[in-house]
């Protein structure tokens, strides 16, 4: 795993070998990236902006927003060896000033939340035999913690058919192998 572009291109990151977490793929994660700098639909640009990465795993979401310069981003994960190794990757590459990291239930988090913070993205990869991500989706609208320009992405396994109509429009839905992508906003 490394980091795609920016200020940190081609460093490494550390990561888990784990039957309950899975890596964010440079494809994947590469091909996000190119949705958000192109696509004539999503209108917020990760320059200068403030990330919510739930579900963080090892942060390669969030450190790659960091490398391509966001203001900040709030980690938030629950999984000790994640967070391990997410704290492993924020000291190697020398980049804790622009993370708030969280070893907390999103749900936990979420209710505890400052309401003054407003996020621009948010970035949800929840386990894929999970859906308790959908009522973090609705704790967010609730909350009202997104900048009226935001985007909310979703990595989801392909297969896996959940109708989020409800929740947010989809903007956009992207296959990867088995990951699926869905871009949206509230």
Do not use: W
Not at 27 to 54: G, Q, W, Y
Not at 60 to 82: D, H, L, M, Y
């Amino acid at each position: 795993m490394r980091i795609i572009s920016g200020n940190l291109k081609g460093k490494k990151l550390s990561f888990l070998s784990s039957s309950t977490t899975r890596p964010l793929k440079d494809i994947v994660k590469e091909s996000i990236f190119n949705v958000i700098a192109h696509s004539n639909l999503i209108n917020v640009k990760i320059k200068n902006s403030n990330i919510l990465d739930l579900y963080s795993g090892i942060g390669s979401f969030g450190i790659e927003c960091i490398s391509r310069e966001a203001k900040n981003v709030t980690f938030v994960e629950n999984n000790e060896k994640a967070l391990m190794a997410l704290n492993e990757n924020l000291k190697k590459l020398s980049v804790q000033n622009k993370a708030l990291l969280f070893s907390k239930e999103i749900k936990e988090f979420l209710n505890q939340i400052n309401k003054n913070v407003k996020f621009d993205i948010v970035f949800l990869d929840p386990p894929f035999l999970e859906n308790k991500f959908i009522n973090d989706l609705k704790l967010i609208k609730k909350l009202k913690i997104l900048k009226k320009n935001h985007l909310i992405i979703i990595h989801r396994e392909k297969k896996i058919i959940e109708n989020l109509d409800s929740l947010f429009k989809t903007l956009l839905t992207k296959n990867y192998g088995r990951s699926k992508i869905i871009f949206g906003i509230f």
